[in-house]
């Protein structure tokens, strides 16, 4: 039961990061063809897309959550590790899990907040584009929900390298 709940943590972490890839080169697209367009609108036809700058601007959010849950999964981010190489090999085990519990706890957090933030904004609507201001917190939840499910395959790698009865 526990190898069949990791290897399942592991495919939906897997299949849940190569769809945020996805998604990520589709917003990189979106917004390079954007920035492009309104240049060319601003001084080639003298005419500005009032609605270019929000949208940008909400797909940089979209962006950056996403891209930092990619980024985890990817083990992209900088980490000061000076001390922790310091360690012997079952102690860095030890706090190697310390830490996927720490990220679990604060992508949860994460997620939650985006969720109440994106309930509380609902009936707000943005300015010039008049959707639902949801819409762009709601990367909060989702880039933290990512999160989530990457800390937990993590979580339970680290976990099946801690091996009972050695001495730290």
Known sequence: ????????????????NKWAEYLMIGLMASISLLIFTQVIFRYVFNYSLFWSEELGRYT???ITFIGASVGFKKKGHVGVDFLYNTFSSQVKDILT???DFVILTLALILTIYGV???????MQSSAALLIPMSIPYSAIAIGGFLTVFHS???LFEDIKRLKPGKRI
């Open 116 to 122: 109440n933030l994106s309930r509380f904004v609902h």
């Open 1 to 16: 039961m526990d190898v069949v709940m990791n290897d399942l943590v592991l495919k939906i972490s897997d299949r849940l």
């Open 60 to 62: 940089l959010i979209w």
């Open 97 to 99: 899990v310390f830490s």
């Open 152 to 154: 937990l395959s993590f």
